[in-house]
């Protein structure tokens, strides 16, 4: 990323990004910290939506900030402030400072150490995240308006729509730190999306489809997204309600990256440490099926979870997350390691580019043929409520999706709950799909558990 082409769309330069930074260190080191480390942001953004072909809403956004953390050997303060003027710079460091001087200390607060920190050519590593979309609010409207008609346009049994929505968003920042680090970089992410509504009273079912890219050139086109979504709404008429049993249940491509990504939450340094997780001491333990593996790679081209670094300048790294079901490693920020007595894995700010695969898994095995696997039981392709306990796994999720019979989808079902528990979950996965999906951040097929209790009437 040039400083030239971090400009386009932004008030702020790369280069005044950088005078920011090494203006607030220095302040900080001359009221006396031991350490400091600094962040300054700005972020750029359209979003319109319609509805039934009408303009609702049109915002233009435009955010900056400056984060500082100061440390007088292990107690740290806090500040931040909006404001770039030389005074508020020098104030937010003084209210950094003056926070540390009254905390208490911490044995596991500072900087990563030197070592761990990214250098300059790691750092300044190009993954092609920046790709700004030069759209300004009435073509964005009229992009929202043809993904709305294309959904109405389906089948006259879509009657209304929730709208449509299309969205393009960029970012640069800039850090550094009194251990040497220094990087940043500009980044960009892009959507449309739009939600049908088939039927009348009671009978009225609701769904809808999005597409989401780093690069506005890449996103479907809104005649696919909005087919699609009328599509997977008409799916869901003349839904019912089913028997409360045990049954073998497949979680649609779309709402299987929750389950990796209650994983990633169980073995976050935070929820080891408070001892807040189902997974806690699971280091070098088979918590999964013996034919999964979760490989990170945070490195990918665009990929929506790459950085050359964490939050905290720690360099990234590709891995083995899971090898044959066998825990190969946790998501650690430099605090929450020395909580655990561990090493950072560069994961301040959270996991990047997750794919979880089976080793069983056969380039055939699209979504009929794991339809085929699942036999008789549920497929599920929506889940509603928060109902996960990550202290002992409980999980208990509304859901809706079809009840399948002999391989087949026999009708659409809803007003369900599903139950189990996350261990056993994910020790009973059977098979994972060829049906790839990437969530955000993480790439799963769709994931067939052996059994699971299901609530209906």
Not at 33 to 42: F, I, K, L, Q, T
């Amino acid at each position: 990323m040039t400083s030239d082409r971090a400009a386009q769309g932004f008030a702020y330069r790369q280069e005044q990004f950088q005078q920011i930074v090494e203006d607030t260190l220095a302040r900080a080191r001359k009221l006396g910290a031991s350490d400091a480390g600094a962040e300054v942001s700005e972020g750029v953004g359209l979003s319109v939506s319609v509805r039934k072909g009408e303009l609702e809403n049109v915002e233009r956004n435009r955010d900056k900030s400056l984060g500082v953390s100061v440390y007088l050997g292990q107690r740290r303060g806090n500040a931040s402030t909006s404001d770039f003027s030389a005074a508020a710079l020098r104030q937010t460091v003084q209210a950094a400072y003056d926070i540390a001087r009254f905390t208490a200390e911490d044995p596991a607060a500072g900087l990563p150490d030197a070592a761990d920190l990214a250098q300059p050519a790691e750092a300044a590593r190009d993954l092609d995240l920046f790709h700004p979309w030069d759209i300004d609010a009435a073509a964005a409207a009229e992009l929202a308006r043809e993904c709305e008609a294309a959904a109405l346009r389906v089948d006259r049994r879509i009657t209304n729509s929730e709208g449509a929505g299309v969205s393009a968003q960029q970012a640069h920042f800039w850090a550094g730190n009194t251990r040497g680090f220094r990087g940043g970089y500009a980044s960009s992410r892009h959507y449309l999306s739009v939600s049908p509504i088939a039927g009348r009273g009671k009978g009225m079912q609701r769904d809808g489809w999005y597409t989401s890219m780093r690069d506005a050139a890449e996103l479907a086109s809104p005649q696919a997204v909005g087919r699609y979504a009328a599509e997977r709404t008409l799916a869901r008429m003349n839904s019912r309600r089913v028997a409360t049993a045990e049954v073998p249940v497949l979680f649609e491509n779309t709402v299987a990256a929750g389950l990796l990504g209650a994983y990633v939450q169980a073995t976050s340094g935070g929820a080891l440490y408070r001892k807040a997780s189902f997974l806690v001491d699971c280091l070098g333990r088979e918590v999964l099926a013996a034919h999964v593996d979760i490989h990170e790679n945070p490195h990918l081209p665009k990929g929506k979870g790459s950085a050359p670094f964490d939050d905290e300048g720690v360099r990234t790294a590709e891995r083995e997350v899971v090898r044959g079901g066998v825990v190969q490693s946790y998501f650690l920020s430099s605090y929450s390691a020395r909580k655990l007595g561990l090493r950072t894995t560069g994961h301040a700010g959270g996991s990047q580019n997750l794919s979880m695969t089976s080793r069983l898994t056969q380039p055939g095995d699209d979504l009929p043929a794991m339809l085929a696997k699942l036999g008789r039981g549920l497929f599920v392709t929506e889940l509603m409520g928060q109902g996960v306990n990550y202290v002992t796994g409980d999980y208990s999720r509304g859901a809706a999706g079809f009840w399948v019979e002999g391989g087949r989808i026999a009708y659409p079902v809803h007003e369900i709950t599903i139950a189990g528990n996350l261990g056993e979950m994910l020790r009973d996965i059977v098979a994972i799909g060829a049906d790839v999906y990437t969530q955000g951040s993480k790439s799963v097929g769709s994931v067939l558990i052996a059994h699971l209790k299901l609530a209906g009437a």
